[in-house]
């Protein structure tokens, strides 16, 4: 018989694992670009994902600025940017629109 099998067994869900895993992949995608780099937020996400970190730990793998993902260009000019969103139309004709990533030849 397993847990899930036993009268008056009370099973939860191990909320840690999954927040270590979240974690995990966060700084995983982080660390697969080098150097100082810029993170820009769907607003939606700032809450959900200071729950997970904080700005510390995500300075100690390379983000020196945080910018909420807004219409036109950065305020500040970042060699590296990363780009976390909802998959949402608006979201991604915002981040389609930022002039330095179109391609500059084809």
Do not use: C, W
């Not at 974690?23 to 670009?33: E, G, P, R, T, W």
Request: zero cysteines.
């Amino acid at each position: 018989m397993t847990g899930l099998d036993s009268p008056g067994m009370n099973v939860g869900i191990d909320t840690e694992a999954i927040k270590g895993a979240a974690i995990k992949d966060l700084l995983d995608v982080i660390d697969s670009v080098r150097g100082k780099k810029a993170l820009v937020l769907d607003a939606t996400l700032t809450g959900p994902l200071g729950l997970l970190v904080k700005f510390a730990l995500l300075k100690d793998h390379g983000i020196d600025k945080v910018y909420h993902l807004e219409p036109g260009p950065l305020p500040a000019r970042h060699e590296k940017v990363i780009y976390l969103s909802r998959p949402s139309q608006s979201n991604a004709e915002m981040i389609a629109s930022i002039p330095d990533l179109m391609p500059s030849s084809f």
